[in-house]
Antibody, heavy 117, light 109 residues
Framework: QVQLVQSGAEVKKPGASVKVSCKAS????????ISWVRQAPGQGLEWMGW????????NYAQKLQGRVTMTTDTSTSTAYMELRSLRSDDTAVYYC??????????WGQGTLVTVSS | EIVMTQSPATLSVSPGERATLSCRAS??????LAWYQQKPGQAPRLLIY???TRATGIPARFSGSGSGTEFTLTISSLQSEDFAVYYC???????????FGQGTKLEIK
């Protein structure tokens, strides 16, 4: 069965960077895109961006342009999301999700990133 | 950016009754609309895609309708496990530029 297993919780200081991983299994990794979605405490879902696991093409939400980078490692079927220049309002649970035709079929378990001095 | 607006923000319904949740897009998204259910401490779960197609394993009491800019998620007879937050999401862009509604919390009346 399809599984997306994310890395563990992180605590970072303002201005630092964080890199979250998402290891996929149960399907051909390069056949589907991956999106990252975050959720601040008590808030709704925010789409962050997309990466094609086939060719590495990306598209990011405008508000995160310049601070976010999404990559994949096809040899390990793992997707990564790096967010730089962290601020307190980046505190959130970060999810990876496998895309099918634009909607999110499968989700990782989420990774809590806390930004605090 | 396409803005998705859900209403109401909170809906109070008794078990066994019908719940109707709405989602409006700021411009047409055709039928490129999905619904998700999220329970506390859990990742969202796909319910509906293509505006009206149930995802694998989703009970028949969940149904979606609409196209263009107006969409509805209906839960025909609420079960205790259905009380959760529901989000709509449009996926009408290429390259991908997706957006979610702000969510509707379905609570027990």
């Amino acid at each position: 069965q399809v599984q997306l297993v994310q890395s563990g919780a992180e605590v970072k200081k303002p201005g630092a960077s964080v890199k979250v991983s998402c290891k996929a299994s149960g399907y051909t990794f390069t056949s589907y895109g991956i999106s990252w979605v975050r959720q601040a405490p008590g808030q709704g879902l925010e789409w962050m961006g997309w990466i094609s696991a086939y060719n590495g093409n990306t598209n990011y939400a405008q508000k995160l342009q310049g601070r976010v980078t999404m990559t994949t490692d096809t040899s390990t079927s793992t997707a990564y999301m790096e967010l730089r220049s962290l601020r307190s309002d980046d505190t959130a649970v970060y999810y990876c999700a496998r895309l099918y035709d634009g909607y999110f079929q499968h989700w990782g378990q989420g990774t809590l990133v806390t930004v605090s001095s | 950016e396409i803005v998705m607006t859900q209403s109401p923000a909170t809906l109070s319904v008794s078990p066994g009754e019908r719940a109707t949740l709405s989602c409006r897009a700021s411009q047409s998204v055709s039928s490129n609309l999905a619904w998700y259910q999220q329970k506390p401490g859990q990742a969202p779960r796909l319910l509906i895609y293509g505006a009206s197609t149930r995802a694998t394993g989703i009970p028949a009491r969940f149904s979606g309708s609409g196209s263009g800019t107006e969409f509805t998620l209906t839960i025909s007879s609420l079960q205790s496990e259905d009380f959760a937050v529901y989000y709509c999401q449009q996926y009408n862009n290429w390259p991908p530029l997706y957006t979610f509604g702000q969510g509707t919390k379905l609570e027990i009346k």
